[in-house]
């Protein structure tokens, strides 16, 4: 089994920057079966969506939606098990619920961190 704990959401001022964090437990061989890692986020009354992607892999690769291309950075510290997503020039339609998510031979999510960007 695997536990993901987001942290390092809040409340920031528009064009302010946050650093979400994701942090992995588990069993080693769960830890290892996964292969994808992402973060998703979800706004009062809409779809939850897909903002980050990373592949664990030596090199990695990441992929975004269009709508955070530039402003955000998917990355990973794999001696710590975690996952960091670094926003940058943050807009108030950026609000929402963040969640990570990991995929491998099953689907896991985290709880959930708050980011309110407003004046």
């Known amino acids: 089994q695997v536990q993901l704990v987001e942290s390092g959401g809040g409340l920031v001022q528009p064009g302010g920057s946050l650093r979400l964090s994701c942090v992995t437990s588990?069993?080693?061989?769960?830890?290892?079966?996964?292969?994808?890692m992402s973060w998703y986020r979800q706004a009062p009354g809409k779809q939850r969506e897909l903002v980050a992607t990373?592949?664990?892999?030596?090199?990695?690769?990441?992929n975004y939606a269009d709508s955070v291309k530039g402003r955000f950075t998917i990355s990973r510290d794999s001696a710590k098990n975690t996952v960091y997503l670094q926003m940058s020039g943050l807009k108030p339609e950026d609000t929402a619920v963040y969640y990570c998510?990991?995929?491998?031979?099953?689907?896991?999510w985290g709880q959930g961190t708050q980011v309110t960007v407003s004046s």
């Open positions: 990373i592949t664990i892999t030596r090199g990695g690769s990441t």
């Open positions: 588990g069993s080693i061989l769960s830890i290892k079966s996964i292969n994808t």
């Open positions: 998510n990991a995929r491998g031979r099953v689907e896991y």
